[in-house]
């Protein structure tokens, strides 16, 4: 046959030119293409493009040298790439097209004829690529065919068609002229364990199944028996971890299937989400809490603040940085919005899940008790007011009968009065405690704020205080020489409630020590006692409302657990703080502190 370059060669001549160009690279693979079956179904695996069309070359060249017809359906890239190898070791293609023994086909073009709803359609097959078989095998003494079609499929991801196409082509060969089929597949494209049981069935597809280079390339037998030995010892170690993976995922899906039931079906409103305050879950509990489907929750423009009214915002923020810098936020209460606005007053708990930036959350609804709360409050403020009036009317006559009885010089009957008005005196206060608590709870406590000197009260304070203890001595130490802004009764109301607690919590001592000190912004007061002293995991809760300290035989003293709630939060609405140090045993010391004028 003619040729393009300057030597013509003969049949023969041009498949052995052929073979000893390519087999001068090291990536040839070692195979006899011209001992290929009449036919023949044989695939070949794939590292690079580079390996995959030095073999199409050979099997085409050599068929070509040999006299046989050959049909190639391959992608663009690979078709130009061919020919011009081709082409390079002396073929005439132009000439092979004319009498038609080179057949080139576009593998994209050639599926849109024969694809039906994403599968090969055995009809269109057997009409489109049985035909032009037909058509190529005339006269002719064999037929190669390079298809790449089922390696197109593969790739784009429709591997049932590509497993269905291999099928069709064992098919035709079965009903028309024999022809040996090369396929070819990158692996690439069995990357995975998923690939397993399909890669199987591609093997199965095949008369034959040629290895990619990396075993190909190998040109002695003991080095392919090294190669097979150790790829035996890789797929023996990996069977050995597919296995222990499996035991892992079985069990780490038993584990998730005891979360979710647990997160389903807890009573308490459980959600997760992101520190930006997206929804991520949230399980039946919270949602019913909200009246909100998942879907409505877990929507992009649903956030942690649309759920919650505006004054409660900052509570979330805090929640979040506490998060950040210590993984738990604690407890604290808000206010969560129903879908249909009403309000819901909740508990929440949140902590972060582990190397993420993500949290879950503990919701539960305390609306009945804030109901209760409410509503003692109003009782307490109600009894209060009603008991006021008639203590006030008992202390009037109480003082009348003293001022009566001193002219008759009666001690013994001034005794008993004395007595009688101390008590009044501790109901009195009882009573004012309630309507404080009542006051703060409506936002209603007044406060007439002036300037005043911090010693001048505390001297006031302890001087009365002293007059009226039998049992005490309270040692005042330091002075703040220095002025405040507040309510100079209100801050006296504290240092006499703190005085009290200091002496009732102290009843095996007799001295009650108090300081005052000032540094560059603020006066800072601490009274230290030598009674009983606070545990360190109660000590959280002596500002909480109603809550009385016991002593180590579980002794309750006397009083409501009132006065240092109202304590914390009249220093509090001055702008300072008030807190305990105390050990279980060891007497106690409250401090507080106001802001300088």
């Not at 057949?103 to 994209?108: E, S, Y």
């Not at 979360?259 to 997206?278: C, E, K, M, P, Q």
Request: proline letters at 2%.
């Amino acid at each position: 046959m003619t040729t393009t370059s300057k030597k013509t060669y003969t049949s023969s001549e041009t498949a052995e030119a052929l073979r000893q160009t390519i087999a001068e690279r090291e990536l040839t693979p070692h195979l006899n293409w011209s001992e290929m079956g009449e036919s023949e179904h044989f695939v070949q695996f794939y590292e690079n493009d580079v390996f995959l069309v030095n073999s199409l070359s050979e099997f085409v060249g050599t068929g070509l040298g040999a006299g046989d017809s050959c049909i190639v359906i391959t992608t663009k890239a690979h078709r130009e790439d061919l020919e011009e190898r081709l082409k390079a070791i002396g073929l005439d293609l132009a000439a092979a097209r004319t009498r038609g023994e080179y057949n080139a086909l576009d593998a994209v073009e050639t599926l849109s004829k024969i694809m039906v709803d994403g599968m090969p359609d055995a009809d269109l097959f057997f009409e489109v690529v049985g035909s032009l078989i037909e058509r190529t095998a005339q006269g002719r003494r064999h037929v190669r065919i390079f298809g790449e079609m089922v390696a197109h499929l593969w790739v784009e991801g429709n591997q049932p068609a590509a497993i269905r196409l291999e099928e069709l082509w064992n098919d035709l060969r079965n009903t028309i002229h024999p022809f040996s089929l090369f396929c070819a597949y990158s692996t690439r494209g069995f990357a995975g364990e998923v690939y397993g049981i399909p890669f199987h069935e591609i093997c199965k597809q095949h008369s034959r199944v040629i290895p990619d280079e990396s075993y190909s390339a190998l040109t002695s037998p003991d080095e392919r028996l090294r190669a097979i030995t150790l790829l035996q010892q890789k797929a023996n170690s990996l069977e050995a971890e597919i296995a222990e993976r499996k035991i892992v995922e079985e069990r780490l899906r038993i584990s998730e299937n005891r979360y979710r039931h647990l997160f389903d079906s807890n009573l308490i409103g459980v959600f997760v989400s992101d520190f930006a305050g997206t929804f991520l879950d949230a399980n039946d509990a919270f949602l019913n809490l909200l009246g909100y489907s998942r879907e409505e929750l877990l929507a992009e423009t649903m956030q942690r603040d649309t759920l919650t009214p505006p004054e409660f915002h900052y509570l979330s923020q805090n929640a979040v940085k506490a998060l950040q810098e210590t993984g738990a936020s604690g407890t604290y209460e808000k206010e969560y919005l129903h879908k249909s606005g009403k309000r819901i007053a909740v508990l929440v708990a949140v902590t972060r899940i582990e190397q993420t930036d993500t949290c879950i959350g503990f919701v539960l609804d305390i609306s009945e008790r804030k109901e209760l709360d409410k509503r003692k409050d109003e009782f307490i403020s109600m009894a209060s007011h009603e008991l006021k009036t008639p203590v006030t009317s008992l202390k009037g006559f109480l003082n009348l009968l003293q001022r009566r009885l001193i002219t008759q010089e009666d001690e013994k009957t001034l005794h008993y009065l004395a007595r009688m008005d101390t008590q009044v005196n501790k109901l009195t206060r009882l009573i004012n405690d309630l309507l404080d608590l009542s006051k703060m709870q409506s936002g209603q406590l007044d406060y007439q704020a002036e300037r005043f000197q911090v010693d001048a009260l505390v001297q006031e304070i302890v001087d009365n205080m002293q007059g009226t203890s039998h049992t005490h001595r309270v040692l005042l130490e330091g002075q703040a020489q220095a002025e405040v802004f507040g309510d100079r009764d209100r801050i006296g109301q504290v240092l006499i409630n703190l005085l009290n607690n200091a002496i009732k919590y102290s009843p095996h001592a007799d001295t009650v020590l108090m300081r005052i000190a000032k540094d560059r912004h603020q006066v800072v007061v601490s009274i230290q006692d030598f009674g009983i002293g606070i545990a360190q995991e109660y000590q959280h809760k002596i500002f909480e409302r109603f809550y009385q300290v016991t002593d180590a035989e579980e002794k309750t003293y006397p009083g409501l657990g009132i006065g240092l709630y109202i304590s914390c939060q009249i220093i509090k609405r001055h702008g300072g703080q008030l807190w305990v140090e105390s050990k279980k045993g060891e007497g106690a010391t409250f401090h507080f502190t106001l802001p300088l004028c």
